[in-house]
C-alpha cells in the first residue's frame, strides 16, 4: 500500500508523520481486496465489533521484533481467558509475501 494512498482514506491523513519515515506499511486486505486494517493508522468499518459479533480475529504487529509480538498476544490471551473463561481461542499460523 502506498503512502499516498494514505490521503484518500477518511481521517489518516493527520496520523501521516507516524509512518512518514517507514519504508513500507503493515497492513490487512481481505480475499476481496478491501483494507482491513493499516497499522498503526486505522481499521476498517468493515471489521467493526457489534453485540452479534461471535468471532474475532486478533492480530498483533510490531516493528521491532516477532518477540514482542508474541509476548503482548500471549498476554492478551491470558487475560481474556481470565475475563472470559468459556472464550474458545484458536492459534492460526500465517505465510505470506511482503509486497513492496
Excluded at 468493515?46 to 453485540?51: A, G, I, N, Q
Excluded at 492480530?59 to 468459556?86: G, M, R, W, Y
Aim: glycine letters at 2%.
Amino acid at each position: 500500500l502506498r503512502k499516498f494512498a494514505l490521503f484518500i482514506i477518511p481521517g489518516c491523513s493527520r496520523y501521516l508523520n507516524i509512518v512518514v519515515d517507514l519504508p513500507v506499511l503493515p497492513c490487512l486486505i481481505d480475499s476481496n481486496g478491501l483494507l482491513i486494517s493499516l497499522a498503526p493508522i486505522t481499521n476498517s468499518d468493515l471489521t467493526k465489533m457489534s453485540e452479534e459479533t461471535q468471532s474475532v480475529w486478533v492480530e498483533v504487529s510490531s516493528a521491532e521484533s516477532i518477540t514482542i509480538c508474541k509476548e503482548v498476544l500471549e498476554q492478551l490471551v491470558v487475560e481474556t481467558a481470565e475475563i472470559c473463561p468459556q472464550l474458545h481461542i484458536d492459534q492460526v499460523n500465517l505465510n505470506f509475501v511482503i509486497n513492496t
